[in-house]
T-cell receptor
Framework: NAGVMQNPRHLVRRRGQEARLRCSPM?????VYWYRQLPEEGLKFMVY????????ESGMPKERFSAEFPKEGPSILRIQQVVRGDSAAYFC???????????????FGPGTRLTVL | RKEVEQDPGPFNVPEGATVAFNCTYS??????FFWYRQDCRKEPKLLMS???SGNEDGRFTAQLNRASQYISLLIRDSKLSDSATYLC??????????FGQGTTLQVKP
């Protein structure tokens, strides 16, 4: 059973460009979470999605950031008009069911390291 | 105040030593508790879940005190391969994980 897949592993963008980060959850998992780790900081929750639904986006910046998890295909985190402060590691995690009650562990992908020049 | 607080360390210990990490959390409504391990800023990997009754997995023992909102991790007989950053993590009832800053452990020969 393949783990959580993320691509690209490394992404370089110039200021003002768009960044698209992809996450394929583990087989059988329908819940996806995105986290961001800024340099020298801990991981911060961004958004929680279930197939075709955003469940919790309380950690998403209000502008330039969006996320989706379509019925078919991977989850996408999109950052428009990137700025240097967006440089970070973006990790995706998946679980088979809602993990809020401690019933399902979140498994993390290898992350995408975004560098904005 | 941070939602999850850890001493960042680093903890430098010799092989074979016993080392303990502590963590406090601010939200009494937190549902679940975990220790994750992160190597060189790779992806976090679940080390163990933490229960009020305490739980042990080989050389690792975790404890939760809900009244004090305090979580601990004890590592016995440290190995070189234990060198990593240990993340104290709590989850809300909505499913999101809230991470501490991490405690860095360096085990030396």
């Amino acid at each position: 059973n393949a783990g959580v897949m993320q691509n690209p592993r490394h992404l370089v963008r110039r200021r003002g460009q768009e960044a698209r980060l992809r996450c394929s959850p583990m087989k059988g998992h329908s819940h996806v979470y995105w986290y961001r780790q800024l340099p020298e900081e801990g991981l911060k929750f961004m958004v929680y999605l279930q197939k075709e639904n955003i469940i919790d986006e309380s950690g998403m910046p209000k502008e330039r950031f969006s996320a989706e998890f379509p019925k078919e295909g991977p989850s996408i985190l999109r950052i428009q008009q990137v700025v240097r402060g967006d440089s970070a590691a973006y990790f995706c995690a998946s679980s088979p069911g809602p993990s809020g009650r401690g019933t399902d562990t979140q498994y993390f992908g290898p992350g995408t390291r975004l560098t904005v020049l | 105040r941070k939602e999850v607080e850890q001493d960042p360390g680093p903890f430098n210990v010799p092989e074979g030593a016993t080392v303990a990490f502590n963590c406090t959390y601010s939200n009494s409504a937190s549902q679940s508790f975990f220790w994750y391990r992160q190597d060189c800023r790779k992806e976090p990997k679940l080390l163990m879940s933490v229960y009020s009754s305490g739980n042990e997995d080989g050389r690792f023992t975790a404890q939760l005190n809900r009244a004090s909102q305090y979580i601990s991790l004890l590592i016995r007989d440290s190995k070189l391969s234990d060198s990593a950053t240990y993340l104290c993590v709590v989850s809300s009832n909505t499913g999101k994980l809230i991470f501490g800053q991490g405690t860095t452990l360096q085990v030396k020969p």
